[in-house]
């Protein structure tokens, strides 16, 4: 079945630091690759997503490029902020299961001044 | 994009009791929502589809006689807790499929406590 593997936090940064979230998959088919953020006491929201293999998708700073030969989704930022801290969620969407995501288990990032 | 609201955002129920919990898309219309549930400091775990006009389709495990869906008309989904016990007790968030931008909008989520 479909899977989704992320780096377990918490991750601890200071400001202005490189922020690195690495998410794999396993997925049949090609399927769509999303990063959703979470900050406290709040629902989902979506940060970024790509369709295709090599396709990049960027928000508010933040990128991850599909990686179909590594089936990896890794989100990065350059210069964090003490607003970035919240959790994120990498998520797939395959064809093959309607439309239904799959979660990873989340990353929750602590930004400090 | 698309807005998607939740109602309320927190409860309090004595156990035995139920629980309606409202999922409503605001400025479109919604022929698939989902239902999470979210344990503290976990990922999402589906629930249930709720397709308008339908019955919801529930994940493994899911008790459908616990936790009823009713997804009446484009733009509003319900998930009643009935008889809710400690247990119960979660984050639960909805979420609305709009086609036109073929994503998932997500509700701010409802914390539902069970004393």
């Not at chain 1, 940064?13 to 396993?26: G, K, R, V």
């Not at chain 1, 003490?82 to 989340?106: E, H, I, M, P």
């Not at chain 2, 009791?17 to 775990?45: G, H, N």
């Amino acid at each position: 079945g479909n899977s989704v593997t992320q780096m377990e936090g918490p991750v601890t940064l200071s400001e202005e630091a490189f922020l690195t979230i690495n998410c794999t998959y396993t997925a049949t088919g090609y399927p769509s690759l999303f990063w959703y953020v979470q900050y406290p006491g709040e629902g989902l929201q979506l940060l970024l997503k790509a369709t295709k293999a090599d396709d990049k998708g960027s928000n508010k700073g933040f990128e991850a490029t599909y990686r179909k030969e590594t089936t990896s989704f890794h989100l990065e930022k350059g210069s964090v902020q003490v607003s970035d801290s919240a959790v994120y969620f990498c998520a797939l969407r395959a064809q093959a299961a309607g439309n239904k995501l799959t979660f990873g288990g989340g990353t929750r990032v602590l930004v400090k001044p | 994009g698309a807005v998607v609201s939740q109602h309320p955002s927190w409860v309090i129920c004595k156990s035995g009791t139920s629980v309606k919990i409202e999922c409503r898309s605001l400025d479109f219309q919604a022929t698939t929502m989902f239902w999470y549930r979210q344990f503290p400091k976990q990922s999402l775990m589906l629930m249930a589809t709720s397709n308008e006009g339908s019955k919801a389709t529930y994940e493994q495990g899911v008790e459908k006689d616990k936790f009823l869906i009713n997804h009446a008309s484009l733009t509003l989904s319900t998930l009643t807790v009935t008889s809710a016990h400690p247990e119960d007790s979660s984050f639960y968030i909805c979420s609305s499929l709009a086609g036109v931008y073929n994503e998932q909008f997500f509700g701010p989520g409802t914390r539902l406590t069970v004393l």
